[in-house]
């Protein structure tokens, strides 16, 4: 059973507009949520983190949003530029349990010229 | 900032052979490093947790013997794959535990077994 989903594989956007990346996770003891993003044959690269006691968590382009109630999490990225052009994972963590994070997925972003 | 090394990047080896990767951190302790494996177009999947000083602690399904995980130091972890055969090809990458409670990762290990 998947604790954190990315229900979008693929997401493709136009190059300035706003890229929104969903995920959902069904483990309410999860407290600290990150995005990475990941190039072919790379390690994935951290983006953006948030806990659970905020809803939002802004840096640069890259804004995490955080629905406790609904278990959801997004990330918007404005405005897109090809350079996003990647997977981006979300990862969900309870910290009090240590720090065994739990990937989702993935989706894939490709921002068009 | 924090930085986590991983080598080599990339590796080649004949079936039967075993190969070793490491993983550093290089400005910052870790007494807890994890190791991944990804297959292509899927998602990191968690192989084993390797704590300083003690055993590690493997997946459901990992085989210990065919991944062996030595964390001798805190700066320290590698990961051999003995007796590699082809289904062992993969990218396979660490990460560590570092500063403000974020994870860094190494940049990964494209391991093809002829």
Known sequence: DQQVKQNSPSLSVQEGRISILNCDYTNSMFDYFLWYKKYPAEGPTFLISISSIKDKNEDGRFTVFLNKSAKHLSLHIVPSQPGDSAVYFCAASDLLAGQNFVFGPGTRLSVLP | ?114
């Not at chain 2, 080598?7 to 007494?31: M, N, Y």
């Not at chain 2, 704590?51 to 602690?57: C, F, L, M, P, R």
């Not at chain 2, 210990?64 to 130091?73: E, G, R, T, V, Y």
Request: aromatic share 10%.
């Open chain 2, 1 to 114: 900032g924090a930085v986590v090394s991983q080598h080599p990047s990339w590796v080649i080896c004949k079936s039967g052979t075993s190969v070793k990767i490491e993983c550093r951190s290089l400005d910052f302790q870790a007494t807890t490093m994890f190791w991944y494996r990804q297959f292509p177009k899927q998602s990191l999947m968690l192989m084993a947790t390797s704590n300083e000083g003690s055993k590690a602690t493997y997946e459901q399904g990992v085989e210990k013997d065919k991944f062996l995980i030595n964390h001798a130091s805190l700066t320290l972890s590698t990961l051999t794959v003995t007796s590699a055969h082809p289904e062992d090809s993969s990218f396979y990458i660490c990460s560590a535990p570092g500063p403000n409670e974020k994870l860094f990762f190494g940049s990964g290990t494209q391991l093809s077994v002829l």
